[in-house]
């Protein structure tokens, strides 16, 4: 095992070639180990933030609604009553007394106010501390209003930030089945765990319609209440960021029959994979033939174009720490062809499966962490000589710190990095941020 860390944590990280046993994860966080995972109301809020028109209600004090508000990328084509992150702002007085007249009278006036399809209600610490019924004060709230008033209960709390997606998923299910009114084709997906971050669910959409294929619901890119509560209704479920809504797909599935398949729209391989997938779910030589199509179009277009940065990156290091395994898994392959050797790939949420995976296609050398801490990931950084660093907001500054180039690859983003577009895009910022002269003076 690695050494030098908390020994509490050792079956949480391996070397690849070297390690022979599984790595764990799932596991909570290690108090003392100060992880990068946000909390379980963070996980839901990330997840539903993108509904672009329902009222977002976090009820807990300012500061949990602080680290949600408006920073990140999910773009709406309409409405963005989600960029607004309002708060009951409880203080000590709701503590002492209660928040619940507090969140009623909040609700109230916003409702009147925006006039939201829908709302959702975040439960934070103190909430489920002091014992507020916010599920009473939402059902009398939608008998006031006529409009469906969702309690997300997320107390940062009661786990890590895997059970706040999987919290928002209930949340989402309930508003699932409710409305029939949308026009619906029998060649119909939904796309689950696009978030639209820098406009990508408008590519994908793109791609879908080339191939005939009707999209739904987005849950959540760019999402609407209408359109979630019409997704009982497509044929088929494809689900991008596994991690945060599996659990939606598999609910779907027994409530209403439908399957789910999951994909990536990260890196060639697997955007092609996931357009293949779909086209063979339906069995219709036409949906295939124009899938197989549009990727010789985008490769005949695309492949040339990486060659240079190929050239240019030839064995530099990269690291990897995102939020889900899925995405690490394309991030390497994505990588691999650009010519950046992966030497660092973890995640804050991966499964002890998702890891098997990840270990799969990494090369010999290449360390695996699961839920690590700024300083793990600077040791790995010094220990393999990374060039690169891809992760998120709390991940720049360790890059910067280091003095190694930083790619953007989380919510915050303002650069689409999925499908063929994104690859490009990808290959030209990972090209300029390892090759910045800037690098030489630190
Ligand atoms: S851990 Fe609790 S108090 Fe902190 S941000 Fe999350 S919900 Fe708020």
Not at 346 to 357: A, H, M, V
Not at 383 to 393: E, M, S
């Amino acid at each position: 095992m690695l050494s030098g860390f908390l020994q509490e944590r050792e079956n949480q990280m391996l070397t690849k070639g070297k390690d022979t046993f599984d790595l764990v994860g799932g596991k909570p966080s290690q108090a003392g180990a100060v992880s990068q995972r946000a909390c379980v109301f963070c996980g839901s809020r990330v997840v539903l933030y993108p509904i672009a028109d329902a009222l977002h209600l976090v009820h807990g004090p300012i500061g949990c609604a602080s680290y949600t508000w408006d920073i990140r990328g999910a773009l709406s084509s309409g409405p963005e009553l989600h960029r607004k992150s309002f708060s009951t702002d409880l203080r000590e007085k709701h503590v002492v007394f209660g928040g619940e007249k507090q969140l009623f009278q909040t609700l109230d006036t916003l409702i009147d106010q925006y006039k939201p399809q829908a709302a959702f209600v975040y439960s934070t610490c103190i909430v489920g501390v002091i014992g507020d019924d916010v599920q009473s004060v939402c059902r009398q709230m939608e008998k006031k209003k006529n409009i469906p008033v969702i309690p997300v209960m997320s107390e940062g709390f009661q786990g890590t930030k895997k059970d706040g997606y999987k919290i928002a998923c209930d949340a989402m299910a309930t508003l699932i089945g409710t409305d029939d009114s949308k026009a619906v084709s029998p060649v119909s997906i939904n796309i689950l765990g696009d978030f639209n971050l820098a406009g990508e669910l408008w590519i994908l959409n793109g791609y879908y319609q080339k191939l005939g294929v009707q999209v739904l619901a987005s849950v959540t890119g760019d999402g609407r209440v209408k359109d979630i509560r019409n997704a009982h209704r497509a044929a088929l479920n494809v689900v991008q960021c596994s991690g945060s809504m599996l659990h939606l797909a598999k609910t779907m599935k027994e409530r209403y029959g439908i399957p789910f398949m999951k994909v990536s729209y990260f890196g060639i391989e697997d955007m092609s994979d996931a357009l293949y997938e779909v086209a063979k779910f339906f069995r219709d030589e036409t949906i295939m033939e124009k899938a197989r199509q549009l990727v010789k179009d985008e490769l005949t277009r695309l492949l040339p174009a990486l060659e240079p940065y190929r050239l240019a990156l030839q064995d530099k290091k990269a690291a990897i720490y995102v939020g889900g395994a899925f995405k690490a898994i394309s991030l390497v392959k994505a990588l691999r062809l650009i010519g950046v050797k992966t030497v660092i790939a973890g995640t804050q949420t991966g499964n002890t499966e998702d890891y098997r995976l990840l270990k799969a296609i990494c090369d010999d050398g290449c360390i695996l962490v699961d839920d690590s801490n700024p300083v793990e990931l600077s040791e790995f950084v010094k220990q393999t000589g990374a060039n690169l660093f891809i992760g998120g907001v709390k991940e720049r500054p360790i890059a910067y710190k280091l003095g190694i180039g930083f790619c953007d690859h989380n919510h915050e983003r303002k650069l689409a990095l999925a499908g063929y577009e994104g690859m490009i895009n990808f290959a030209k910022e990972v090209y300029e941020t390892v090759t910045s002269p800037v690098w030489r003076f630190t």
